[in-house]
């Protein structure tokens, strides 16, 4: 008998030992390339010119097979709280970190590629009882995009950045949060962005380290900072976007490698979180290696290399033009993020944007990579957003 699309169930993660057996297998039958012709010197961003350098990826693949502890981050998992329902016949799993303070205010978190729900394992208990009896608490709702972790890997198309943000208000919904604020970065981002959109009544307001101009904005006005973040925004797309064409165009294609080899898969993802972090060589300068091989091997376990990467060919480039965000935003642009937006172009698609940070440190990953900022800059986002609500209301 199929269980009703309303039917919220409880989830436990549980590899089995021979699924990790067969991990560690494959990872000591790596067959492996020569070394990069562009070897210099630790430490220094040259180093990674051709990608991720042989010596780094034989490094953290010695210690995925020796010394790293799946069961740890699967118990942490466990320990938060985790749940599945399906939604337009999709099986959507969540992590739901509910607040024990009476005043706490429902909060919605999306991810986004190649990051997962593992992005936000160190900051949900400080979210949702935070140590400081001042600070704001939260019901955390964290879902994981369609083909990625233990949601379901859609078997058609046409499940993009609208048609997800659809699904995380019926999600919010059904756990009884008909309002909630929505925070998002990468395609999560994306999807926050059409969340304040699409669904002002649900949406209390947005905090985000992704915002979009629409077109037609010019650099006329703009500081010498923000056009230079206009310049390393188009130096990126034109020269290190390779993977997202990819991902785009050919998904299948690239997918068999992250779905058949765990080393592929690594150095897929490691790549990007050596180049989009605050760091000037290693991604590990900031982000534990197990942190890291948190993500990855969730990635590894569920499958989902391939089926992630399709968000790209559901949803590049397909942000609407015309959307227009008018419910409170707060917004913040980390520095060595690899997307950064200026405010005047963001406030000709963000309406009412009630916070903007500039952060000192930080990379695409804050919650990895400056967790304790990342929190502090979370809830003094979202208070100028309930605050801006509640005059609205």
């Known amino acids: 008998m199929s269980r009703p699309d309303s039917d919220v169930r409880a989830f436990e993660a549980h590899a089995t030992d021979a699924e990790l057996d067969d991990l560690r297998a494959r990872l000591a039958a790596a067959r492996l390339p020569e070394a990069e012709t562009v070897r210099r010197a630790a430490p220094g961003p040259g180093r990674w010119d051709q990608g991720v350098p042989l010596a780094d990826l034989v490094d953290v693949v010695d210690y995925w097979r020796t010394g790293y502890d799946w069961r740890s981050f699967e118990a942490r998992l466990n320990r938060v709280g985790q749940f599945r329902t399906t939604i337009e016949g999709l099986g959507i799993h969540f992590l739901h970190r509910r607040s024990a303070r009476a005043d706490a205010t429902p909060l919605l978190m999306t991810h986004g590629w190649p990051g997962s729900i593992a992005e936000f394992i160190d900051v949900v208990d400080e979210l949702a009882d935070p140590q400081d009896a001042d600070a704001p608490a939260f019901h955390v709702v964290a879902p994981s995009l369609p083909g990625f972790g233990y949601s379901d890997k859609p078997a058609t198309t046409g499940w993009g950045t609208e048609k997800i943000a659809a699904a995380w208000v ?22 926050t962005t059409v969340l304040g959109g699409r669904f002002p009544a649900h949406v209390l307001g947005i905090h985000s380290t992704f915002a979009q101009a629409p077109p037609g904005v010019t650099t006329d006005g703009l500081t010498a900072v923000e056009r230079r973040w206009t310049e390393e925004t188009a130096h990126f797309w034109r020269h290190r976007a390779a993977y997202a064409k990819q991902q785009a165009t050919r998904p299948q294609t690239i997918g068999y490698s992250l779905v058949d080899s765990p080393v592929g898969l ?50 590049h480039n397909s942000l609407d033009p015309e959307l227009r965000v008018d419910v409170p935003s707060a917004i913040s642009m980390y ?37 304790e900022y990342f929190v502090q800059d979370l809830r003094e986002g979202l208070a100028a957003v309930l605050t801006a609500t509640s005059r609205r209301h």
């Open 170 to 191: 019926e999600l919010m919904g059904r756990l009884g949060y008909g309002e909630f604020a929505a925070h998002g970065g990468d395609w999560g981002g994306n999807i």
């Open 266 to 315: 690594l150095a897929w993802i490691l790549d990007k979180f050596a180049e989009w972090s605050d760091t000037e060589d290693s991604p590990f300068e900031r982000i534990s290696k197990d942190r890291i091989l948190d993500n990855v091997t969730l990635y590894w376990l569920t499958h989902t290399g391939a089926s992630a990467a399709r968000i790209y060919f559901e949803s």
């Open 335 to 371: 520095p060595r993020d690899i997307e950064k937006c200026p405010r005047p172009w963001a406030q000709e698609r963000y309406r009412q944007i009630v916070r903007w940070t500039a952060p000192e440190a930080g990379g695409h990953f804050p919650s990895l990579e400056v967790p």
